[in-house]
């Protein structure tokens, strides 16, 4: 199993909060992931990272932001938390930046905004 | 622009008989394609994965197939038991551009298995 974690696993918050989602990893990969997962199940891509101090933003448009200061941690930040951004956040990482990128998954973070 | 459609989206299954699971995609330069199951409450994992030089791969009860011609590759589940019940996701690798290698995936398919 892949030593990738995310916390919190759940979080209830209301309209207007700043909230923060950790995700670290212990494997010493470069390339690392944020997704966005519909009540459909389909995974958006949001954000990702070659490696320390790169960010890109994903195919999905997404208000939050991230940073990479360190290799094993890729946190998300939203400013100001809204109903809208109610949804299940994975986190992926994948140990080269070419092809064959296998990516590993954390076990999600739900977020509920009230 | 470059997308994978997965079918079908829901699969009910007798406990011991096969499932078959189909993706095509779009981008002619993808040369990877992964296979995830995601069970309740956790996140996706890699269960098999297939590159383009490769028509078929093979571990245990599960196996792969790839046609790069037709561009589709399926996930087959042989005897199939109530513990494979979950959501599986197949992938193709982004072939060029600034985002080469990250993945795209299908929308899901729910696989329940019936004892």
């Known amino acids: 199993e892949a030593d990738i974690y995310q916390t919190p696993r759940y979080l209830v918050i209301g309209t207007g909060k700043k909230i923060t989602l950790e995700c670290s990893q212990t494997m010493g990969h470069d390339k690392m992931y944020w997704y966005q997962q519909d009540p459909g199940m389909e995974l958006h891509l949001i954000h990702y990272s070659y490696g320390v101090n790169s960010t890109e933003k994903g195919d999905l448009s997404s208000e939050s932001t991230v940073s990479r200061i360190r290799t094993e941690h890729f946190p998300l930040t939203l400013e100001s938390a809204r109903p809208s951004h109610t949804s299940q956040y994975l986190c992926a990482s994948s140990p080269r930046t070419s092809s064959y990128n296998e990516q590993f998954f954390g076990p999600g973070t739900r977020l509920t905004v009230l | 622009g470059e997308n994978v459609e997965q079918h079908p989206s829901t699969l009910s299954v007798q406990e011991g008989d096969s499932a078959v699971i189909k993706c095509t995609y779009s981008d002619s330069a993808s040369n990877y394609f992964p296979w995830y199951k995601q069970e309740l409450g956790k996140g996706p994992q890699l269960i098999i994965d297939?590159?383009?030089?490769?028509g078929e791969k093979k571990d245990q009860r599960i196996a792969v197939t790839l046609n790069k011609t037709a561009k589709h590759f399926s996930l087959h589940i042989t005897e199939t038991q109530p513990e494979d019940s979950a959501v599986y996701f197949c992938?193709?690798?982004?072939?060029?551009?600034?985002?080469?290698?990250?993945?795209?995936f299908g929308k899901g398919t729910k696989l329940s298995v019936k004892p």
């Open positions: 297939i590159r383009s030089n490769v």
């Open positions: 992938a193709a690798s982004r072939g060029v551009g600034g985002s080469q290698g990250n993945l795209i």
